[in-house]
Protein backbone atom coordinates (compact mmCIF):
# COMPACT_ATOMS: atom_id res chain seq x y z
CA UNK A 1 0.00 0.00 0.00
CA UNK A 2 1.47 3.41 -0.85
CA UNK A 3 0.78 6.31 1.43
CA UNK A 4 1.08 9.87 -0.14
CA UNK A 5 1.90 13.08 1.75
CA UNK A 6 1.54 16.58 0.52
CA UNK A 7 3.31 20.27 1.32
CA UNK A 8 2.77 23.38 0.08
CA UNK A 9 -0.28 24.97 -0.80
CA UNK A 10 -1.51 28.35 1.09
CA UNK A 11 -2.16 31.86 0.04
CA UNK A 12 -1.05 33.91 -2.23
CA UNK A 13 -2.00 36.97 -4.58
CA UNK A 14 -2.16 36.85 -8.50
CA UNK A 15 0.41 36.49 -10.36
CA UNK A 16 2.73 34.90 -7.41
CA UNK A 17 3.85 31.44 -7.57
CA UNK A 18 3.82 28.39 -5.09
CA UNK A 19 4.89 24.91 -5.32
CA UNK A 20 3.60 21.46 -3.79
CA UNK A 21 5.49 18.28 -3.23
CA UNK A 22 4.11 15.27 -2.51
CA UNK A 23 5.98 12.17 -0.93
CA UNK A 24 5.26 8.79 -1.73
CA UNK A 25 6.35 5.70 0.60
CA UNK A 26 5.57 2.22 0.63
CA UNK A 27 7.07 -1.18 0.59
CA UNK A 28 8.58 -2.01 -2.91
CA UNK A 29 7.12 0.86 -4.50
CA UNK A 30 7.09 0.67 -8.17
CA UNK A 31 5.79 4.02 -9.46
CA UNK A 32 4.68 4.67 -12.69
CA UNK A 33 2.53 7.95 -13.45
CA UNK A 34 2.46 10.70 -11.09
CA UNK A 35 -0.28 13.12 -10.97
CA UNK A 36 -1.92 16.50 -9.61
CA UNK A 37 -5.71 16.83 -9.70
CA UNK A 38 -7.65 19.81 -8.21
CA UNK A 39 -10.99 20.79 -6.75
CA UNK A 40 -12.55 23.90 -6.66
CA UNK A 41 -15.82 24.53 -4.52
CA UNK A 42 -18.70 23.33 -5.96
CA UNK A 43 -16.82 21.80 -8.68
CA UNK A 44 -16.11 17.96 -10.12
CA UNK A 45 -12.47 17.36 -9.35
CA UNK A 46 -9.76 17.94 -12.24
CA UNK A 47 -6.81 16.02 -14.01
CA UNK A 48 -3.95 19.28 -13.98
CA UNK A 49 -1.06 17.22 -14.78
CA UNK A 50 1.00 14.01 -14.99
CA UNK A 51 4.97 12.34 -15.37
CA UNK A 52 5.17 9.29 -15.91
CA UNK A 53 8.00 6.84 -15.37
CA UNK A 54 10.15 8.31 -17.97
CA UNK A 55 10.10 12.00 -17.38
CA UNK A 56 7.31 12.87 -20.36
CA UNK A 57 4.50 14.99 -18.97
CA UNK A 58 1.35 16.16 -19.96
CA UNK A 59 -0.70 19.26 -19.05
CA UNK A 60 -4.04 20.31 -18.97
CA UNK A 61 -4.75 23.49 -21.20
CA UNK A 62 -5.88 25.72 -18.65
CA UNK A 63 -2.57 25.40 -16.91
CA UNK A 64 0.14 24.41 -19.59
CA UNK A 65 2.66 27.59 -19.70
CA UNK A 66 2.41 28.03 -16.47
CA UNK A 67 2.27 25.05 -14.12
CA UNK A 68 5.75 22.67 -14.63
CA UNK A 69 5.51 19.26 -13.01
CA UNK A 70 8.67 16.89 -12.64
CA UNK A 71 9.62 14.01 -9.85
CA UNK A 72 12.29 13.25 -7.76
CA UNK A 73 12.73 8.93 -8.51
CA UNK A 74 15.53 9.13 -5.31
CA UNK A 75 13.15 10.64 -2.98
CA UNK A 76 9.61 9.18 -4.61
CA UNK A 77 8.50 12.82 -4.52
CA UNK A 78 6.58 14.59 -7.34
CA UNK A 79 6.51 18.36 -7.26
CA UNK A 80 4.14 21.02 -9.35
CA UNK A 81 5.61 24.48 -9.47
CA UNK A 82 2.75 26.62 -10.03
CA UNK A 83 3.64 30.32 -11.80
CA UNK A 84 1.27 33.31 -12.82
CA UNK A 85 -1.41 31.86 -10.13
CA UNK A 86 -5.28 33.26 -11.12
CA UNK A 87 -7.60 33.91 -9.01
CA UNK A 88 -9.74 30.41 -10.90
CA UNK A 89 -6.62 28.14 -9.83
CA UNK A 90 -8.22 28.23 -6.00
CA UNK A 91 -8.67 25.23 -4.97
CA UNK A 92 -7.70 21.84 -3.17
CA UNK A 93 -4.23 20.39 -5.21
CA UNK A 94 -4.30 16.62 -4.60
CA UNK A 95 -1.91 13.83 -5.72
CA UNK A 96 -2.27 10.63 -7.05
CA UNK A 97 -0.22 7.86 -7.64
CA UNK A 98 -0.10 4.67 -9.75
CA UNK A 99 1.97 2.05 -9.08
CA UNK A 100 2.96 -1.03 -10.91
CA UNK A 101 1.18 -3.64 -8.71
CA UNK A 102 0.82 -2.00 -5.57
CA UNK A 103 -2.65 0.34 -6.79
CA UNK A 104 -3.43 3.76 -6.28
CA UNK A 105 -3.36 6.57 -3.82
CA UNK A 106 -4.25 9.74 -2.96
CA UNK A 107 -2.63 12.74 -1.17
CA UNK A 108 -4.69 14.23 1.92
CA UNK A 109 -4.95 17.43 -0.12
CA UNK A 110 -3.14 20.73 -0.04
CA UNK A 111 -5.35 24.20 -0.27
CA UNK A 112 -4.25 26.71 -2.69
CA UNK A 113 -6.25 30.07 -2.38
CA UNK A 114 -5.20 33.06 -5.27
CA UNK A 115 -6.07 36.09 -4.24
CA UNK A 116 -6.95 39.10 -6.68
Known amino acids: QVQLVESGGGLVQAGGSLRLSCAASGSGLRINVLAWYRQAPGKQREWVAA???????NYAHSVKGRFTISRDNTKNTVYLQMNRLEPEDTAVYYCHVDTIGGGDSWGQGAQVTVSS
Open 51 to 57: IISDGRT
